[in-house]
């Protein structure tokens, strides 16, 4: 016995749905993959300051953090998630942080884009300076 076209219609619907929802739990699973940091972070120290050079910067790959020192005492923080689609920023060079998937790069002491294909600068996470160690969020 054949199903009616209306039965076949609503079959295929749900078969349907159950391809969408596979589809929207994998974007969630991949965003917390993607390395994208909790809004609830409390703020963590990274180590002393002086460990960040005068007009370079340092990666704190465990932290998902870069930190900068454009001039002696004044700190910047940002994460290392890339803008463009969530790769972990992994090397620095000429004062620019290197995103390994797509090769966006970023000026380490404002978070702005230097190349893309990113085209949103990095968020910046407060930084703060504690009895010599650096604090951030
Ligand atoms: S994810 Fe970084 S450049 Fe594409």
Avoid: W
Avoid at 27 to 40: I, K, L
Avoid at 51 to 72: C, T
Wanted: proline letters at 7%; a positive charge.
């Amino acid at each position: 016995m054949s199903q009616s076209p209306a039965r076949r219609t609503v079959l295929r619907g749900a078969a349907l749905a159950g391809v969408a929802c596979f589809g929207a739990a994998a974007c969630g699973t991949r965003e917390q993959e993607s390395g994208t940091r909790p809004a609830s972070d409390a703020p963590v120290e990274l180590g002393p300051a002086s460990e960040v050079p005068v007009g370079g910067a340092k990666l704190y790959a465990e932290q998902k953090l870069l930190v900068s020192q454009p001039a002696k005492g004044e700190f910047t923080c940002f994460s290392t998630v890339c803008t463009h689609m969530g790769a972990i920023l992994n090397k620095i060079e000429k004062e620019q942080a290197v995103c390994p998937l797509h090769g966006s790069r970023f000026q380490v002491a404002t978070g702005k884009v230097a190349e893309g294909p990113a085209t949103r600068p990095l968020e910046e996470v407060p930084v703060k300076v504690k009895d010599g160690r650096l604090i951030a969020g």
